[in-house]
């Protein structure tokens, strides 16, 4: 919308209460009077391009046979030369100019924040959906004006029940954050669809990105039925229950007991839990027993067929994990018959080769070189300037979880150590072993 008649008042600049009564404007634009012995119909369809395309606003007038035209698009009769009106004995005399009332429900959201908020900086950009509700996160510029945002968003997006803004850091422990309501309904129950899949969970107590869901479709895509996922933080399903309905088996893990409970339940819900044992505890914890176990089973069985995949999808310390797998089945009398491949996710910061970075990051946390069990490198998402989420796909090799290699030493890898105490995430005791009912 380039013609500045059509922009919400200059006047609602600044506004940070929102006044919707102060966007009504008056304007002139041009109306084709059509004869009422004409079909209006065929008219209205072959003058399509040139209608006046606003929210909410009726450009047809059927009782009064009139159309409402654009003001760019049509500025005198000649620009309506191509409908050869005068073959149906319509002159010039049908094109008026009329006054119209644009009010705060003709403008998209969009048009409604580019009128108010600062000319000079930047924009609110993008906000994610989630079920009834939208997520914002506000710069700090923006925030004298969030009552405002909330509530045109609230007005402006279908099926929108409550928009919260982002108040702090994703909390790492259990990857959740603290959220402002900055408009509607404080009801954070939500019910989400993805990759055909049916999710239900609190979102204010949970990590749920609808940005990853072309990420978490790509690695089930890699799944066929015979393999094994092991999932070590798996949040509420969206890798393990689409795996799960492809008849995978999946060993699925996460700390947050809010989490882990909706995790059991989005199993039961899409009839699934009979391919999945879910456990709620520290994924070190997880990765030295059950994954232990888990592999002594499979990789030394001849007759299994599928291959076996672990996902480690919490990039801002996922690969400080990865310390735990080298040596992992030191001391077994065991030949291994797979090699799980591990995709491990984290973020790539600075200006240089993020998938160098990447690499980097898992090289130094497994304490050996990667070149010979690389898969791929793949850009996931940018999160911020200079900082990318990035995927690291590698294998585990019988070399390397058999303790044959030798790893670099890290000054706080000692189990002993402060450091590596405190790194440990608390393990909760709510833990099912049993696949889920």
Same mark, same amino acid.
């Given at each position: 919308?380039?013609?500045?008649?059509?922009?919400?008042?200059?006047?609602?600049?600044?506004?940070?209460?929102?006044?919707?009564?102060?966007?009504? @404007?008056?304007?002139?634009?041009?109306?084709?009077?059509?004869?009422?012995?004409?079909? #209006?119909?065929?008219?209205?369809?072959?003058?399509?391009?040139?209608?006046?395309?606003?929210?909410?606003?009726?450009?047809?007038?059927?009782?009064?046979?009139?159309?409402?035209? %654009?003001?760019?698009?049509?500025?005198?009769?000649?620009?309506?030369?191509?409908?050869?009106?005068?073959?149906?004995?319509?002159?010039?005399?049908?094109?008026?100019?009329?006054?119209?009332?644009?009010?705060? +429900?003709?403008?998209?959201?969009?048009?409604?924040?580019?009128?108010?908020?600062?000319?000079?900086?930047?924009?609110?950009?993008?906000?994610?959906?989630?079920? %009834?509700?939208?997520?914002?996160?506000?710069?700090?510029?923006?925030?004298?004006?969030?009552?405002? =945002?909330?509530?045109? =968003?609230?007005?402006?997006?279908?099926?929108?029940?409550?928009?919260?803004?982002?108040?702090?850091?994703?909390?790492?422990?259990?990857? !959740?954050?603290?959220?402002?309501?900055?408009?509607?309904?404080?009801?954070?129950?939500?019910?989400?669809? +993805?990759?055909?899949?049916?999710?239900?969970?609190?979102?204010?107590?949970?990590?749920?990105?609808?940005?990853?869901?072309?990420?978490?479709?790509?690695?089930?895509?890699?799944?066929?039925?015979?393999?094994?996922?092991?999932?070590?933080?798996?949040?509420?399903?969206?890798?393990?229950?689409?795996?799960?309905?492809?008849?995978?088996?999946?060993?699925? !893990?996460?700390?947050?007991?809010?989490?882990? +409970?909706?995790? /059991?339940? !989005?199993?039961?819900?899409?009839?699934?839990?009979? *391919? /999945?044992?879910?456990?709620?505890?520290?994924?070190?914890?997880?990765?030295? %027993?059950?994954?232990?176990?888990?592999?002594?089973?499979?990789?030394?069985?001849?007759?299994?067929?599928?291959?076996?995949?672990?996902?480690?999808?919490?990039?801002?310390?996922?690969?400080?994990?990865?310390? $735990?797998?080298?040596? #992992?089945?030191?001391?077994?009398?065991? #030949?291994?018959?797979?090699?799980?491949?591990? $995709?491990?996710?984290?973020?790539?910061?600075?200006?240089?080769?993020?998938?160098?970075?990447?690499?980097?990051?898992?090289? *130094?946390?497994?304490?050996?070189?990667?070149?010979?069990?690389?898969?791929?490198?793949?850009?996931?998402?940018?999160?911020?300037?200079?900082?990318?989420?990035?995927?690291?796909?590698?294998?585990?090799?019988?070399?390397?979880?058999?303790?044959?290699?030798?790893?670099?030493?890290?000054?706080?890898?000692?189990?002993?150590?402060?450091?590596?105490?405190?790194? @440990?995430?608390?393990?909760?005791?709510?833990?099912? !072993?049993?696949?889920?009912?």
């Amino acid at each position: 919308m380039l013609c500045p008649d059509l922009h919400p008042p200059a006047t609602v600049r600044g506004m940070k209460q929102l006044d919707r009564s102060a966007f009504s @404007k008056t304007i002139k634009v041009p109306h084709l009077l059509v004869p009422k012995d004409k079909n #209006l119909n065929d008219i209205c369809r072959a003058s399509k391009k040139y209608l006046l395309k606003m929210e909410r606003y009726k450009p047809v007038i059927t009782e009064e046979y009139k159309i409402t035209l %654009h003001p760019l698009a049509v500025q005198k009769w000649e620009d309506l030369a191509e409908l050869n009106l005068e073959k149906l004995d319509i002159g010039r005399e049908a094109l008026v100019w009329e006054e119209i009332q644009l009010k705060y +429900e003709n403008w998209k959201y969009d048009e409604i924040f580019k009128a108010v908020l600062p000319a000079d900086k930047e924009a609110l950009s993008s906000f994610s959906k989630i079920g %009834h509700i939208i997520h914002l996160n506000l710069k700090d510029h923006l925030l004298p004006y969030k009552e405002l =945002i909330g509530q045109v =968003i609230c007005d402006k997006i279908a099926d929108c029940r409550t928009v919260v803004n982002k108040s702090l850091s994703i909390d790492n422990t259990y990857r !959740n954050f603290q959220m402002e309501l900055l408009c509607g309904e404080p009801d954070y129950r939500v019910s989400v669809k +993805e990759n055909g899949c049916l999710f239900e969970f609190d979102f204010s107590k949970v990590y749920w990105n609808p940005r990853l869901s072309t990420e978490h479709e790509k690695i089930v895509k890699m799944l066929a039925k015979t393999d094994t996922l092991f999932d070590l933080y798996a949040g509420v399903g969206p890798f393990t229950v689409p795996a799960a309905r492809r008849g995978c088996k999946v060993l699925a !893990n996460d700390l947050n007991p809010d989490s882990y +409970e909706a995790l /059991v339940n !989005n199993c039961a819900l899409n009839k699934v839990s009979k *391919h /999945v044992t879910c456990h709620n505890k520290d994924a070190v914890d997880f990765i030295k %027993h059950e994954v232990k176990q888990a592999l002594l089973e499979k990789c030394t069985d001849e007759s299994m067929e599928g291959d076996i995949h672990i996902t480690m999808n919490l990039p801002a310390m996922a690969v400080e994990h990865l310390v $735990h797998f080298p040596g #992992l089945l030191k001391g077994e009398d065991v #030949l291994l018959h797979k090699q799980p491949l591990v $995709h491990v996710y984290c973020f790539a910061k600075g200006v240089e080769d993020k998938k160098q970075i990447a690499r980097e990051l898992v090289e *130094h946390w497994l304490g050996t070189d990667v070149t010979d069990k690389l898969k791929e490198i793949a850009f996931v998402r940018n999160v911020a300037p200079n900082k990318d989420m990035m995927r690291v796909s590698f294998y585990l090799t019988e070399d390397l979880l058999l303790g044959r290699i030798a790893v670099k030493k890290r000054q706080h890898e000692e189990e002993d150590s402060p450091q590596s105490e405190e790194a @440990k995430r608390p393990c909760n005791s709510n833990d099912n !072993n049993k696949p889920t009912e």
